[in-house]
Every structure is written in C-alpha cells, then in structure tokens.
C-alpha cells in the first residue's frame, strides 16, 4: 500500500471522529437517577450510625461497623437456625444429669412429670420414656419397644427418622428396631424395623398411655423394653431406670453466650452431612466448624453475646406475637375469630417446608423448637378419638401477656369434645416448662377431684394467686412477678374439636 493511499484513509478515519452522529452509532447518557442508585454517597445515615466512604470506598472506621454489625446479624441467624440442635442436646445432656447416659439407661417418669423438671411443656398426664442412644459409641443399636407405646427417632438436629407405635412398623405391638450409624456399610441382619438416621446422637421420645392405670404402664415399660448394642445382642445389659419425677433437672438449651458452645459441640460430634453447606457456613463464619476449636476472641466473645440476647428476644417475639398475616396464618387454632389459642405446628407441618414441601418456614420452625419438643407427623394429625391434640394460649383476649399477679377467667362450654380426658395445664414463660407454684402438678381438667360444673354443665377456671371462693378445684395459682401461658390439651380428641365446632373461650381479665 503506497503513502498516499494511507493518507487518504487516515483523513477519512479523522473526518468520522470528528462527526460521530455520522460514522458512529449514539451513546446514550446514563442518567443521573441511575447514577445515583448505583453509587454510595460519603456519607450514609444509618440504624448502626454513620457509614463514611471516600468516593466508594470504605474508610476503615466504617468496615470496622460493618464487620461488627455483619457478624452480629450470622450470630442472631446461627442461634434461631442452630435451636435444634441446641435443644436436642440440652434433652441428652440432661438424661446424663441423672445418670443415663449408657444405652440401657433410660430415664422414666413412672410417677408422671411434675414441676420441678425444667422440660418444654411436658404434660402431666402420660409416662415419659425418654432413651437417648450414642451410635458413634455403641454402633448399631438394638430397641425392643414395648406393645402400646407412643413416640418417634428423632436425630441429632431434631429431625423426625422414626415412628414408634401405631404410626410406626410395629403398628403399636411392639417389635426390636435396629439403629445403624451413619454410613454403616456391615451386614443388616433380619428380623428387625431398620432405622438410618443421619446422625449418631439419636434421641427416643415415648409416651405410655395411663388408661389402665399408671402402676400397669409403668410395669409395661420395665417389663419390655429393652435397649442394648446388637453387638451385645446375645448377652445384653440389665435395663437401668431412672425415675426423673420430681427431680430438679434441666433439659433446655442456653439463652446466653453458652449456647454457642453448646451448638459447637454438636458440630464436633456429629457427621459433615448431618447439615447442608449454607448452614455449615453460617456456622462457620462465627467460628463453629467440624475438625477446629471454636475459640473467638475478645470482639466476638462480645458481639455472640450480643447476638444471643437479640436472637432470644426475636424467638420469643415469633412466638407470642406470630406474624399471622401470610406465612404464619395456618398456626392460628380458630382463623378469623381474633382467638389467642394457637398451634404448635404452623398448618400442621412437622418438617416447617411450606405449602409446596420445598420453601423453609423458618419463624414456623422457630414457633416450635423454643416452646416443644419430639417431632413426629403422627403429632400433627388428628384422628377422632386416638392420642391427644392441644391448642395453646400466650396471650389474654386482649393481646397482652399473662400476668401472674392478676385474675383471669376462662370458660370452657359443656361437653369439652375428649374421649378420655381433658386438661388444661400451665407453664412458666421463662424456662416454658410446667410452672412452679403450691400446685405440684399445675393441671387442672376432667380428672381434677371435686372439679366444679356450672348448671349447663360448662366449667370456668380461674388462673390467680389466691383461689376465688368456692372455685378452688377449678383454680390453677399463680405467681406475682411471673409470667405464664396454658395449653388445652384433649385426649382422645373428638370430631367437636377437631371440626372445631367446639371452641374454648379467651383468658380473660375477671371482674
């Protein structure tokens, strides 16, 4: 190519810079609205005070806030996720206070649970059987359960494995299960129900019923269950029960700093994949993390105990105060009638997944595992007639929280639907466990002696310090200073209550 030609196309090259509307297509202006939603101002007021940046960036006082505010915010998410856990451990740790803690030591409360045991809403009218088995210890694990039992598996994160009774394989008379640990790979003898959880702290939530009596429920029990390694199969260890009635121990995860250590402990122990990744990082990123010491220092130490006192007032908050509209509408007992009573599971869903089985619920998850435990399906169905279903009341008909130095008033129409029985028991706000007052057994209900009926045959209960006059069998005390709440329980529901045909009154402030 000759000079002349390149100079003729530098020339033109020129001319088209010079007339872009000519040779080149228009850019537009970026505006300056989108500018602005795209950019961080110097200065930014905010909840946690004032962020400064220099044309964007971060000065460091201000990384420093955000850190701070960052790390709160996963220790607030890590305690209302990591509850589960928390609270299974809590149950274990508390069996092992009492001294079960081999296998075939199991604590029963064979003369029912009363007050003194810090356990979350335990009623007072059925025998707790409660095992807890050590897989990473023991193995594979045999249980024989008795005929007529109630209860379910449930792993080391609470997850339901297992039904025991009617809704379990041995369609409630009684067989052997066979508990392997996670990735067991050996043979699997037959003869057994077979149940793979994912984790190796397995703890067994039983119930006998008490309709025979409690001397025959209890002889039931220390007759025919048994508990032992399958490797110890043809020469098991006696049964040890320990009686936890009347005994003052506590099964109820932390709502302090501790809790975080407790969380950590089940990390350690427990399998990689007994949780999905985004949850193992959550945990992760305050310092909890399988195969490493969970040591934070002094700005975390700070900043978890922070967290937990924010992460305790939000669970709680969900749990007096559910957001009914939208998510949470299916935890109301009685929709559409500005009732207080509530259920445990919200639409009656055990595995809190929402409508489509796939969405996680997670202030329906937290409605349960802060106030209950045992997780089963066969909880949430109810079948006319068979086991009990139970509506719970935190709040009076006007909204307010229960106070323990005023008088209340509940009416309860004729005919409470049960086929067996009724009770109405009551709990402390603190520990959520039955409250502590001169009643030992803080129950009241078809079976209190002397209960008193008006003339329709409909009963009123009063909740105060003193008993009102002529009403003292139909009185459960309170405590001034102390908070409570109650839960209905019917026990063999039938079709009146689960149609929801009949319907209690609110607690209400008596005149």
Known sequence: MNK???????????ACVAAQAICLPAVAQVSDEVLASISTPDQVQTSIGTLKFLDGAPLPETAEMAYDYLDTMRGVDAFLKGMPGASLQGLIKG??????????????????????????????????????LDLKRDGPTVLEAPAGMLGAFNDAWFRYVQDVGPAGPDKGKGGKYLILPPGYEGEVPKGYFVVKPKTYDLWVFMRAS??????????????????????????????EFISGSGKGFNTIHANDYSFYEHLNEVIQKEPLDMLDPETRGLFASIGIEKGKPFAPDARMQKILTDSVAIANAAARSILWYPRIEGTMQGIEVYPGHNSAWMMGWVDKNVFFNGEDGKTM??????????????????????????????????????????DGS?????????????????????????????????QKFPTVGSQTKGIKQNEDGSYDIYFSPKPPKGYENNWLATVPGKGWFVALRMYGPLEAWIEKTWRPGEIELAE
Do not use: C
């Open 4 to 14: 002349s030609r390149v100079a003729i196309g530098l020339k033109l090259a020129l």
């Open 210 to 239: 008490v309709a025979k009596g409690l001397e025959a429920a209890v002889k039931n029990v220390k007759d025919n269950l048994r508990i032992y390694p399958l490797a110890k199969k043809d020469n098991p260890p006696k049964m």
């Open 95 to 132: 069996a092992h206070s009492l001294g079960a803690v081999e296998s075939n030591q199991v604590v029963i409360f064979d003369k029912l649970m009363d007050s003194q045991s810090l356990f979350l809403t335990g009623n007072t009218s059925t025998v707790y059987v409660l095992p807890n």
């Open 361 to 402: 619920n997670a202030d329906a998850r937290v409605t349960f595992h802060y106030p209950y435990t045992a997780v089963t399906p066969a909880m949430a169905v109810s079948v006319p007639g068979v086991g009990s279903d139970y509506g719970i009341a935190y709040l009076d008909s006007n909204k307010q929280p229960l």
């Open 406 to 438: 005023k008088t209340y008033k509940l009416h309860l129409p004729p005919n409470p639907p049960a086929k067996d029985f009724w009770a109405l028991t009551m709990y402390d706000n603190q520990t959520r466990s039955q409250l502590q007052t001169s």
